[in-house]
C-alpha cells in the first residue's frame, strides 16, 4: 500500500532564507508527483507536476526534485517571504491506478516570519 | 468566472437532514473528483468521474450519493450522516482522467454535522 509522507510536520523560518520540504513515498512504482500549496480556509493550488521520467520542475522560486528510486522528493524555496506561508501538500499517482487517484501526504505547514 | 467553484463555502446540518453539495468547473475538463480533508488525516479521494462516467469508488458509504450530469458539474448528495463526516468537502477537475495533468481544485465546503 502506498503511503507518503511529508516532513517536518511544521517549519517556522525568517524571510529571505532559503528551505527545503521533504517528502517520501513507499512504493517506487509512480506516474507523477505532484506538489500543491493550501491556504486556510482554501482549496489547493498546483505548484510543479514531475513526471516519473523527469528529475526536477522549476517554476520562479521553487525547485521540486524527484528521486523515484529512493522514494523522495524535494521542494526547495528559494528567498523565501511571508506570503509564502501555507501548508505544502505532496501527492503521488500511483501506475496501479487509471483513474487519476492521487496519494497524499499530511502537508508541511510553513511560517514565514518578516 | 473561471476555474472550480464549490458552492455552499459552509453548510451545517443534522445527521436526519438532506443537503447536496455542488461543484462547477469552467476549464474545459473532462475529469472531476471529490475528496474529503479531515483534520489530522491526508487528503482522502472519495469518486472520480470521467467524460461523466463515475470511475472510481474508492469504498464511499452509501450515505455519499455522487451524481455528475455532465463534464462540467459534479453534486455529492448527503444524506443521514455521521459527526464523524464533519470536514472539508473538495472538487477538482483534471484535463485527463489519467492522473498526467495537474488536478485544479476548488475552495472547498466546510461541512459540520451536528
Known amino acids: 500500500k502506498q503511503e507518503v509522507t511529508q516532513i517536518p510536520a511544521a517549519l517556522s523560518v525568517p524571510e529571505g532564507e532559503n528551505l527545503v520540504l521533504n517528502c517520501s513515498f513507499t512504493?517506487?512504482?509512480?506516474?507523477?508527483l505532484q506538489w500543491f500549496r493550501q491556504d486556510p480556509g482554501k482549496g489547493l493550488t498546483s505548484l510543479l507536476l514531475i513526471q516519473s521520467s523527469q528529475r526536477e520542475q522549476t517554476s520562479g522560486r521553487l525547485n521540486a526534485s524527484l528521486d523515484k528510486s529512493s522514494g523522495r522528493s524535494t521542494l526547495y524555496i528559494a528567498a523565501s517571504q511571508p506570503g509564502d506561508s501555507a501548508t505544502y501538500l505532496c501527492?503521488?499517482?500511483?501506475?496501479?491506478?487509471?483513474?487519476?487517484?492521487?496519494?497524499f501526504g499530511q502537508g508541511t505547514t510553513l511560517q514565514v516570519k518578516p | 468566472e473561471t476555474g472550480v467553484t464549490q458552492t455552499p463555502r459552509h453548510l451545517v446540518m443534522g445527521m436526519t437532514n438532506k443537503k447536496s453539495l455542488k461543484c462547477e468547473q469552467h476549464?474545459?475538463?473532462?475529469?472531476m473528483y471529490w475528496y474529503k480533508q479531515s483534520a489530522k488525516k491526508p487528503l482522502e479521494l472519495m469518486f472520480v468521474?470521467?467524460?461523466?462516467?463515475?470511475?472510481e469508488n474508492n469504498s464511499v458509504p452509501s450515505r455519499f450519493s455522487p451524481e455528475c450530469p455532465n463534464s462540467s458539474h459534479l453534486f455529492l448528495h448527503l444524506h443521514t450522516l455521521q459527526p464523524e463526516d464533519s470536514a472539508l468537502y473538495l472538487c477538482a477537475s483534471s484535463q485527463d482522467a489519467e492522473g498526467l495533468k495537474p488536478q485544479h481544485f476548488g475552495d472547498g465546503t466546510r461541512l459540520s454535522i451536528l
Open positions: 468521474y470521467n467524460f461523466k462516467e463515475q470511475t
Open positions: 501527492a503521488v499517482r500511483h501506475i496501479s491506478s487509471n483513474t487519476g487517484k492521487l496519494i
Open positions: 512504493d517506487s512504482a509512480i506516474y507523477n
Open positions: 476549464l474545459g475538463h473532462n475529469a
